[in-house]
């Protein structure tokens, strides 16, 4: 891909206790497909995978013993249009959902919920809205009403 010297975005390193439950999480939960993985005196300690729809990239990478794999201030969001209908399905599995879906101030509508590890991550379907500065203009507006 010919970028013309402007940055693009490869993907997002997620750091796990365990990449096998990461990988039942994101790839047969979540539906990612493994693009590559690594493993080390017989233990998984890497894996990428590719987002189910588009092009986005993940890799799940083996925390050392004592490195704390906390992530606040960071949250991972994922775009699904039958929101509802893929959160019952995760429902369905025995996932807990910390936020079922709603419709936010800004116009889209979110569900949150949390990796094995703790990191938040937020599934969602903004549509048409997703690129509109004007959504936020109008979140902002709400705000001071």
């Known amino acids: ?30 539906g990612f497909k493994l ?8 233990t998984q300690v890497y894996a990428r995978l590719r ?10 990478h083996q925390a050392g013993p004592a490195v704390s794999v906390s992530s ?6 994922f775009e699904v249009r039958d929101l509802d209908n893929f959160c019952r399905k995760l429902q369905k599995r025995g996932f807990c959902i ?3 879906p709603r419709m936010m101030p800004w116009g889209w509508r979110h ?7 703790g990191h ?10 997703r690129m509109k500065k004007t959504v936020m203009e109008a979140a902002r507006k709400a705000a001071r009403t």
């Open 120 to 129: 938040e991550i937020s599934l969602y379907w903004a549509g048409e809205n």
């Open 35 to 42: 693009i590559e993985d690594f493993r080390y005196e017989g």
């Open 1 to 30: 891909m010919d970028t013309e010297g402007k940055l693009t975005f490869n993907h997002a390193m997620i750091y796990v206790k365990d990449v096998d439950r990461g990988l039942r999480f994101y790839r047969d939960l979540l």
């Open 111 to 117: 569900a949150y919920l949390n990796d094995p590890d």
């Open 51 to 60: 987002a189910p729809g588009g092009d986005g990239t993940i890799a799940l």
């Open 72 to 77: 606040e201030g960071l949250r991972l969001y």
């Open 98 to 100: 910390t936020q079922l």
